[in-house]
């Protein structure tokens, strides 16, 4: 029998969680069972009562308050351990509209995607402003070529996920699921697809960004440390880059006046001098690109072997 499970991880949602547990399809196309899972980050409100009776079918209580990138890889894992076959992952301010989740799934179910992304109609939400737009945009494009996958709306959360992803996904960054997983799919060979979606009004503020400084802050902050996560020997030799031509630049010209125009080493020290600090500290980036490379690849043997106990937890067997 196939089993989708719809994740919803809330933080003190009891106002909104009824409407979207009520928008909820109960039976869908290709699945023998659809059942819900709340993951509560440490509500201080009557979340877990009001999902308890509004009939959510799951709940995982994680008792503190762990984040939203926790929250959903909490969800992954509870939701395997329930059995699931696909894992719907979607928020609990109802932004998403339920009624497209067959649509999502669909690509699963035919075999032509490990993980589907819902692709919202961005220039066509009203409360998104002209600065928004274009910088979910240039954060789509940004992550497109990060993670070598073609993502249309790479913030968005309303995802579905087969087995074999929920199995190889993990989380290292404490803010947000939906970049990083993103880019281990494309690192992976996940197969990623988007389908188009619609969203429903604006039912209250985002939980995760106080205004739009803090948006494009947390954003870039959040791109950058993915990117020295499963890019280091890329990002630290593009940082020596600039000290390297910087330091050639200074001590070819403090070697021209010595060979060509002086013939003495002690003219224009303050170069040679210049020179060599930035060519140092250009070797010392080098250094540490390496360093991170050999650290990385110590981090992809951990995650095969935790994808390994995790096939062996949840389907008995083991790659």
Same mark, same amino acid.
């Given at each position: 029998?196939?089993?989708?499970?719809?994740?919803?991880?809330?933080?003190?949602?009891?106002?909104?969680?009824?409407?979207?547990?009520?928008?909820?399809?109960r039976h869908?196309?290709?699945f023998d069972?659809?059942?819900?899972?709340?993951?509560?980050?440490?509500?201080?409100?009557?979340?877990?009562?009001?999902?308890?009776?509004?009939?959510?079918?799951?709940?995982?209580?994680?008792?503190?308050?762990?984040?939203?990138?926790?929250?959903?890889?909490?969800?992954?894992?509870?939701?395997?351990?329930?059995?699931?076959?696909?894992?719907?992952?979607?928020?609990?301010?109802?932004?998403?509209?339920?009624?497209?989740?067959?649509?999502?799934?669909?690509?699963?179910?035919?075999?032509?995607?490990?993980?589907?992304?819902?692709? =919202?109609?961005? &220039?066509? $939400?009203?409360?998104?402003?002209? #600065?928004?737009?274009?910088? %979910?945009?240039?954060?789509? !494009? @940004?992550?497109?070529?990060?993670?070598?996958?073609?993502?249309?709306?790479?913030?968005?959360?309303?995802?579905?996920?087969?087995?074999?992803?929920?199995?190889?996904?993990?989380?290292?960054?404490?803010?947000?699921?939906?970049?990083?997983?993103?880019?281990?799919?494309?690192?992976?060979?996940?197969?990623?697809?988007?389908?188009?979606?619609?969203?429903?009004?604006?039912?209250?503020?985002?939980?995760?960004?106080?205004?739009?400084?803090?948006?494009?802050?947390?954003?870039?902050?959040?791109?950058?440390?993915?990117?020295?996560?499963?890019?280091?020997?890329?990002?630290?030799?593009?940082?020596?880059?600039?000290?390297?031509?910087?330091?050639?630049?200074?001590?070819?010209?403090?070697?021209?006046?010595?060979?060509?125009?002086?013939?003495?080493?002690?003219? =224009?020290?303050? &170069?040679? $001098?210049?020179?060599?600090?930035? #060519?140092?500290?250009?070797? %010392?980036?080098?250094g540490l !690109? @390496?360093?991170?490379?050999?650290?990385?690849?110590?981090?992809?043997?951990?995650?095969?072997?935790?994808?390994?106990?995790?096939?062996?937890?949840?389907?008995?067997?083991?790659?």
């Open positions: 029998m196939r089993k989708l499970i719809i994740q919803i991880p809330c933080l003190n949602e009891e106002q909104t969680l009824p409407a979207t547990l009520a928008d909820l399809p869908v196309e290709g069972i659809v059942e819900t899972l709340i993951i509560d980050d440490g509500s201080t409100d009557r979340t877990v009562e009001v999902a308890r009776a509004s009939g959510a079918n799951h709940i995982l209580v994680l008792g503190r308050r762990c984040g939203l990138a926790r929250a959903f890889l909490a969800g992954l894992t509870e939701s395997l351990r329930l059995g699931a076959d696909v894992i719907v992952h979607t928020d609990a301010d109802n932004q998403y509209q339920a009624a497209d989740i067959p649509a999502l799934v669909r690509p699963i179910l035919e075999g032509q995607a490990d993980i589907v992304v819902g692709a =919202r109609p961005i &220039a066509e $939400i009203s409360h998104f402003s002209p #600065l928004k737009k274009f910088l %979910q945009w240039l954060g789509s !494009a @940004v992550m497109r070529h990060i993670s070598r996958t073609d993502v249309a709306d790479a913030p968005s959360g309303f995802r579905a996920y087969n087995k074999e992803a929920a199995l190889q996904l993990n989380v290292f960054n404490p803010f947000t699921y939906t970049l990083e997983t993103l880019i281990q799919a494309g690192r992976q060979n996940l197969r990623v697809v988007n389908v188009p979606i619609h969203v429903n009004p604006k039912t209250r503020e985002s939980r995760l960004f106080k205004g739009l400084f803090n948006y494009v802050k947390k954003s870039l902050a959040t791109m950058v440390r993915i990117y020295i996560l499963y890019s280091p020997l890329e990002f630290f030799l593009l940082c020596a880059l600039p000290f390297f031509l910087g330091g050639l630049a200074f001590f070819g010209s403090w070697l021209y006046d010595f060979l060509f125009v002086t013939g003495e080493a002690t003219q =224009r020290i303050p &170069a040679l $001098i210049a020179g060599s600090v930035l #060519l140092l500290v250009s070797i %010392q980036f080098a !690109a @390496v360093v991170a490379d050999l650290l990385a690849k110590n981090r992809m043997l951990s995650e095969e072997i935790r994808y390994n106990q995790r096939r062996r937890m949840f389907l008995g067997e083991g790659r």
